[in-house]
């Protein structure tokens, strides 16, 4: 079974910084790519960003692009979300997703970390 560790999450005031991390383990692990998604009150989930991890591809949500960077270290199987400049509409419950393969979509996914962002 996979397993998804968040942390990072927490109050920061507006145009702060917070950096997210998510780790990955399991005994037959496997990563086509990871992404972050985000949930704010009353919202349906977002997707944010996501990265291949073979190639470090990345895709970004337009609200958020410019100001966050996802990123990955292959040897940790950690997956990493850089957030500057951030905004009270950034506020959320932030979850990190793993795809296996590139058929199979996002298959597991984190607990979940609270993000706020106070004005």
């Known amino acids: 079974q996979v397993q998804l560790v968040e942390s990072g999450g927490g109050l920061v005031q507006a145009g702060g910084s917070l950096r997210l991390s998510c780790a990955a383990s399991g005994r037959t692990l496997s990563i086509y790519s990871m992404g972050w998604f985000r949930q704010a009150p009353g919202k349906e989930r977002e997707p944010v960003a996501d990265i291949t991890w073979g190639g470090g591809f990345t895709h970004y949500a337009g609200s958020v692009k410019g100001r966050f960077t996802i990123s990955r270290d292959n040897a940790k199987n950690t997956v990493y979300l850089q957030q500057n400049s951030l905004k009270p509409e950034d506020t959320a419950v932030y979850y990190c997703?793993?795809?296996?393969?590139?058929?199979?979509?996002?298959?597991?996914w984190g607990q979940g970390t609270q993000v706020t962002v106070s004005s």
């Open positions: 997703a793993l795809a296996p393969r590139a058929t199979t979509g996002y298959t597991y």
